[in-house]
């Protein structure tokens, strides 16, 4: 026993718990023998559940057990969406298990084909994480609201009041003195605009001197925590009826700088993925196998898979952290790189690769898709397209047109109108005339200085020394160059895999576009073992139903959006007003984001700041910005929200009162997944194509008068038939052959959305085949296609019952590959180089944002470095967050099972650090930040670089079960398991130039959460 | 064990208990709603019993709570089984492998096990220590899924006073929940820590194989569910059972070989520093939440509203 402890202590346990001691005494739960338990089920099977299939012993086959539902549906604990195939007690209807959907790709390997017979996936389901299985407990809350609650007293009191569903609607939509009855001073005189309101003045500009920001219905926003495809697209087509260009996700506290970096490097497209199970080599930059990613499971499969393989996957992880990737034997390697500078040692790794000539260049020389198939290739770059680089040319920055080259006029499409120097002819020409063209080039054309994507790429990498890289980013040089000859040994058999660590930092755009040009080096897109940008999805949004469409409300919602997304702040009055009065119209009050999206950080600071405009009535959908979001859950912020001149009405809904829904006005109660519709394509990772179909396989919520369990989606349509906006009621929905259709229940709309799925085209072998006798009784479909009968044609009804019976429609996985080359391939142009970013100013200081990616620091928004903001000496530690395979958001304080496993995140730190500091394993310190202090359990570890601290997400609650609250005068009260463990977001460093504004990705758009400074502080108390 | 601060106070309940209880109501979840009569893809109750309300919350238990709604009439089919549950199959001997390079400590087995056999709160069947070998930066990430290992000489049974646990046929160690007292003698004697008592119906308790699943031909849950593809099932009796023929041909290690028990459960790429050196389970839940900070009284009155937002505070 003595070995055990003191061997852990010797390698400190990693993820699970923190460092706890961990030997189980076995003696704790002994009783005397006269204290019987409760009698087990079964004598020998005990309290299992019974089998979901039974076995007939006298023919060997399995057959569906009667006592149980088994329904398909996908999950959502995290974005993965993976299929789930959900077990129903039916004599109880409540969920005991939930197993992976054998259907779907996401949960095995070779997963089942749509034609597979149902039985025969008895024996072989599909796999789900442990937070998959634990998503039953998500649903049964303990702490779980099913009936509207309005706030009595003034707002985030913590005292509720369980309302009517015809009040909400009615309070809501026709506003008034609606918080009279709530005894808070404040607002008790307050005439709120409630929705008729507000849609009354949907004619009327928001602001008559500045056209640019659309109408006062503008004052509308839904601010979405996790809400994705169909779902998402229900909110936005409410939110355009009504006049709102407001309806946002969470994409930018998660990592849409990634996203943004992607679609410069592969136009249009948000996420590439390595072909894992076929890579020989990949480069794991800021995530890692095990931890959260798209998906997480599928991303884990895959490559504990390839790992195993023999002559299969070797990769490296290049991470402040140890995470899961990081495993025993010779296929993985650790880097521990400094927060924020896998830019530095992408550009390093960037100037070895040119000047050892280990870059594919030939595929690089072929500059167009035509020229590089004739040649084998599979996709090609801009690598040899010229950029005008004289900065007095008024085409700086931009592309040399055939034009401007003196060429006469060229393609009519921009994208194709490039010029390169002919590698034949030496000569320039336009690209599509090329067949080959000259890679590195710096010269003039037609008088024009000009300069290729790539040229800019090896001076930009060449503006530091791979020794001086090495000094940034903190990982030797001998060995920045021999991961640079590993990842250039593998032809294109090799990869890089890019998220959350990489793209948090003030200069996460940079680092990203940095570690994509490696990819595009060895030229590996489109091919088996190289990346892929996925197989792409069945389209529920049209074909046979326009579900978007709401043509009476066309041109309604327009202008710049509250965040100040996909918008430049040189077109908005406000600058031009400036210029014309001789003003330096920089900075700006709040940035500008226009090459980013989902911009979710920015809503509440600016609707407290009115900046472009002030808002009416705010939406929290699964919202917990002062939970999520770095430096929100502050003191200020907080008060500022919870006064209602601020924001008059703010409705949340959420399945809990949880971490910022609790200063609401009123709360509607929604479904948890497991009573959810959404349509969802498959993940990138995944190289076939597929939709999944989440839908409702129980219903917990109360129900409205007419019998519907309540939810957003039921909340949004009741308000838009009391508002009577168009799109809603009985003429709502147009099929193909231009016949109208209700919107007045989820499923008029979502099983429309399915009839789509289902019948979108698709080859031979894609076809949707009908429903089964036995796959409606296994998934007691009878009653629910009784309930719904006449939303759809009849003869949609055996492909979409099929659709849902298996949990969505997927494409065959022999489909994923011809031979070397993946069988889904995207052909635009790559780019090496993203004029688009090079054309926009940042709206701070003015200046351009870079074209070709380079080596940038750190800053504010105004350009004060990291260094100098907080400095190394007071503030010795960085702070990383992870999101690990058990947490990776704020919804999982209700899954026990994952608490039991691991009740408390802990802080970890360096064994150098600890030392250094005199802490020990397991003792209580300070997390201390400039915005405050946090108190937590240490966990004193080898896997982490020194001088950074982790926390997992996902503890530290204060609402969401956590603490008390009154409930209609009872007192429910909070759970301390759900209060355990350190939460650092809302001490997380804020950016002194803008107010209530944590640090920010100005280009691409990412809140930062891994550039904080910290310095930890031992617990007095604690000896 | 720390018993929940929650609006419903459930630990262990009759279903009348359970019924009363919903008056108080979880959070709001009225004791009316929901039931099977309900639009839509409800799924029907048996006829004849009255349907139990489908949003109760049992606590921290939600999903491991079969054995509230059911009696012994929940396993009724096995009759046309035989004594299957109690001898196993004949003929067959059951053995997992566990390949670690690819388990990637998801823990999903350590969770579906709990569900699929509703283990109490604080105990586990199977459960995944997490520990790093090596110092920085020569780190590495070591994951060990431990169960029963269904020896072939298991210390377990010969110490039973009450007759109470056995191996079947096949292979499987198991025990008969009706005899056992819960004396503890079978806890202590096996050397890999993989029994426990049992708190709610105070018996030992340990990972069967999910014999329950095995017997009618399906996979244990945690088999099942592995997302890495590192546990397998086999039957050691046949050669072609890929288990059987990877044993055979790759090397493989049990745990602690020197206790003489031989293991019926291997483990591929099982590191040196772990072979002989268990780490424990994954959590001391209850002694946890000392650890968690609980003990702090200034977490207790942390001013319920004012945890959010302050310049300090413990969330403990």
């Not at chain 1, 020794?467 to 940034?472: T, V």
């Not at chain 1, 250039?488 to 948090?504: D, P």
């Not at chain 1, 380079?854 to 907080?870: F, M, N, R, S, Y």
């Not at chain 2, 890999?192 to 849950?221: E, H, I, S």
Request: with cysteine; aromatic share 10%; glycine share 10%.
């Amino acid at each position: 026993m003595i070995d055990r402890r003191s061997f852990l202590k010797a390698c400190a346990v990693g993820g699970v718990g923190v460092g706890f001691g961990g030997f189980y005494d076995t003696f704790y739960h002994l009783v005397p023998f006269n204290d019987r338990g409760r009698k087990a089920l079964h004598r020998v099977y005990g309290n299992s559940n019974s089998p979901e299939w039974l076995r007939d012993h006298a023919t060997g086959k399995l057959a569906h057990n009667p006592d149980w539902t088994l329904r398909h549906t996908v999950d959502q604990q995290c974005h993965s969406e993976c299929g789930l195939r959900v077990k129903i007690d039916r004599k109880t209807g409540r969920v005991q298990r939930i197993i992976g959907n054998p259907y779907h790709p996401n949960t095995l390997m070779d997963y089942a084909s749509m034609d597979t017979p149902l039985l025969e996936t008895a024996a072989r389901s599909g796999t789900v994480c442990a937070r998959g299985n634990a998503g039953i407990q998500s649903a049964y809350d303990p702490y779980r609201i099913t009936v509207p609650l309005k706030r009595k007293g003034p707002r985030g009191s913590g005292q509720w009041q369980p309302i009517g569903w015809e009040q909400l609607i009615r309070e809501v939509t026709d506003g008034g003195k609606i918080f009279a009855d709530t005894g808070d001073p404040a607002s008790a005189n307050l005439d709120v605009l409630g929705f008729k309101g507000l849609y009354a003045k949907r004619g009327e500009p928001m602001d008559p001197n500045a056209p640019e920001l659309g109408h006062r219905t503008n004052g509308y926003v839904f601010q979405g925590g996790r809400i994705v495809g169909s779902r998402l697209d229900f909110a936005r087509r409410f939110g355009r009826a009504f006049g709102s260009v407001n309806t946002y996700e969470h994409v930018n506290v998660c990592e849409v700088s990634h996203h943004v970096a992607i679609a410069q490097v592969y136009p249009g497209k948000h996420m590439t993925k390595p072909d894992i199970t076929e890579a020989e080599f990949i480069i794991f930059w800021g995530t890692q196998p095990g931890d959260a990613n798209f998906p997480m499971q599928t991303f884990a499969k895959y490559t504990a898979e390839a790992r195993a393989k023999p002559g299969g996957l070797k990769y490296v992880v290049v991470d402040p952290l140890l995470g899961r990737g990081g495993v025993m034997g010779d296929r993985a390697a650790w880097l521990p790189i400094k927060p924020g500078t896998d830019g530095a040692l992408a550009l390093a790794m960037i100037r070895w690769i040119i000047e050892n000539s280990r870059y594919d260049a030939d595929y690089l020389s072929r500059p167009t898709q035509s020229a590089a198939e004739a040649h084998g290739e599979l996709s090609h770059t801009d690598a040899s397209h010229l950029v005008v680089d004289d900065p007095q040319h008024p085409g700086f920055g931009r592309f040399l047109t055939a034009k401007l080259a003196g060429l006469g006029a060229g393609p009519k499409e921009p994208d194709l109108d490039r010029v390169v120097i002919d590698a034949g002819s030496g000569k320039p020409a336009a690209a599509e005339s090329s067949q080959q063209a000259v890679i590195d080039y710096s010269g003039e054309v037609n008088g024009i200085r000009v300069k290729s994507a790539f040229a800019r790429l090896r001076e930009s990498a060449s503006k530091h020394s791979v020794e001086e890289y090495a000094q940034i980013c903190g990982i030797d040089a001998e060995k920045i160059v021999a991961l640079a000859r590993e990842f250039t040994s593998h032809g294109r058999k090799a990869a890089c895999e890019t998220y959350r660590g990489v793209c948090k930092h003030p200069n996460g755009y940079y680092n990203v576009m940095a570690v994509l040009m490696l990819d595009l080096l060895i030229g590996n897109f489109n091919w088996t073992g190289g990346l892929t940008v996925g197989g792409g999805e069945y389209g529920y949004k049209s074909g046979r139903y326009d579900v978007l469409g709401v043509p009476e409300a066309k041109g309604l919602a327009y202008g710049v959006k509250l965040s100040r997304e996909e918008a430049q702040y040189e077109d908005s009055s406000e600058y031009k007003a400036k210029v014309a009065k001789g003003e330096n119209a920089y900075p700006a009050k709040r940035p500008w984001f226009p090459l980013s999206f989902e911009v979710y950080t920015e809503l509440l600071p600016s609707a407290i700041q009115r900046y472009p405009y002030g808002v009416d009535i705010l939406v929290w959908h699964m919202a917990t910005p002062f939970y999520s979001v770095p430096g929100q859950g502050n003191e200020g912020l907080i008060a500022a929200v919870k006064d209602p001149k601020n924001i008059p009405l703010i409705i949340a809904c959420d399945i809990v009162v949880g971490d910022t829904s609790m200063y609401a006005d009123y709360i509607v109660p929604d479904g948890s997944f497991l009573e959810r519709w959404c349509h969802i394509g498959t993940l990138p990772t995944t190289l076939t194509k597929g939709s999944g179909v989440r839908w409702p396989v129980i219903e917990l919520t109360e129900k409205t008068p007419d019998g519907r369990h309540i939810c957003l989606e039921e909340f949004l349509i009741d308000i838009a038939k009391r508002v009577g906006l168009p799109g809603y009621g009985d003429k709502a929905i147009k099929d193909a052959d231009g016949r109208w259709w209700p919107l007045n229940r989820k499923e008029d709309w979502y099983l429309k959305a399915t009839a789509n799925v289902a019948f979108a085209p698709g080859g031979p072998d894609e076809q949707v085949p009908d429903v089964t006798e036995l796959e409606m009784q296994v998934n007691d479909l009878g009653s629910f296609h009784e309930a719904f009968k006449d939303a759809l044609k009849p003869e949609e009804w055996p492909k979409v019952l099929s659709v849902l019976a298996k949990g969505g429609r997927m494409e065959p996985r022999r489909n994923a590959r011809q031979g070397d080359k993946l069988t889904h391939r995207f052909t635009k142009t790559l780019h090496f180089y993203a004029e688009e970013v090079a054309l926009t100013r940042n709206s701070m200081t003015g200046e351009r944002f870079l074209g070709t990616t380079a080596w940038v620091e750190p800053t504010t928004a105004l350009g004060t470095p990291l260094d100098k903001l907080d400095d190394p000496k007071d503030w010795p530690l960085t702070i990383i967050t992870f999101k690990g395979a058990l947490q990776s958001h704020s919804r999982l304080p209700s899954n026990y099972v994952l608490r039991q496993i691991m009740p408390d995140n802990g802080i970890q730190v360096a064994v150098e650090d600890a030392r250094r500091l005199g802490i020990r394993d397991g003792e209580k310190v300070w997390v201390v930040t400039p915005h405050g202090k946090r108190k937590g359990t240490a966990c004193v570890v080898e896997g982490i670089r020194p001088g950074v601290i982790t926390f997992s997400v996902g503890y530290g609650h204060w609402g969401y079960g956590a603490t008390n609250y009154q409930l209609g005068g009872k007192r429910i009260e909070g759970d301390r398991v759900r209060r355990a463990g350190i939460h650092l977001n809302p001490i997380m460093r804020r950016d002194p130039d803008v107010e209530q504004m944590a640090l920010m990705d100005l280009v691409g758009g990412s809140v930062v959460f891994f550039n904080t400074r910290a310095r930890l502080e031992r617990d007095g108390a604690h000896v | 064990m720390d018993q929940v601060d929650s609006p419903n106070k459930l630990k262990t309940f009759s279903r009348r208990q359970l019924l009363r209880r919903l008056a108080g109501g979880a959070a709001v979840a009225a004791a009316t709603a929901a039931t099977a009569k309900a639009a839509g893809a409800q799924v029907k109750p048996a006829a004849q019993e009255p349907p139990v309300p489908q949003n109760i919350a049992t606590g921290r238990q939600a999903g491991m709570d079969f054995y509230e709604f059911h009696g012994r009439e929940a396993f009724a089919y096995t009759q046309k089984d035989g004594n299957l549950a109690v001898e196993g199959y004949e003929g067959k001997r059951w053995a997992m492998l566990i390949d670690l390079r690819k388990c990637v400590g998801c823990q999903a087995c350590t969770a579906a096990c709990k569900f699929e056999n509703n283990i109490p709160e604080g105990s586990f069947r199977t459960w995944v220590p997490d520990v790093e070998i090596g110092t920085y930066p020569e780190t590495r990430r070591a994951f060990l899924p431990r169960l029963c290992n269904h020896c072939e000489r298991p210390s377990c049974i010969e110490v039973c006073p009450a007759d109470a646990t056995w191996q079947r046929k096949d292979g499987i160690v198991e025990i008969d929940y009706d005899k056992c007292w819960g004396c503890g003698s079978c806890v202590n004697a096996c050397p890999y820590d993989a029994r426990f008592m049992n708190p709610v119906t105070k018996t030992a308790d340990k990972c069967n194989f999910c014999a329950q699943r095995v017997d009618q031909g399906l996979l244990p849950a945690c088999v099942e569910t592995c997302i890495g593809g590192a546990r397998q099932f086999g039957d050691l009796n046949d050669p072609n059972d890929p288990v059987t023929r990877q044993i055979k041909n790759e090397p493989v290690q049990v745990l602690k070989p020197s206790t003489g028990n031989q293991p019926r459960v291997f483990y591929i790429a099982l590191p040196d520093q772990l072979q002989n050196n268990l780490p424990g389970r994954p959590t001391l839940w209850s002694e946890m939440f000392e650890d968690a900070g609980f003990e702090n009284p200034e977490s207790e009155v942390a001013g319920e509203w004012k945890i959010v937002g302050s310049q300090e505070a413990v969330h403990g």
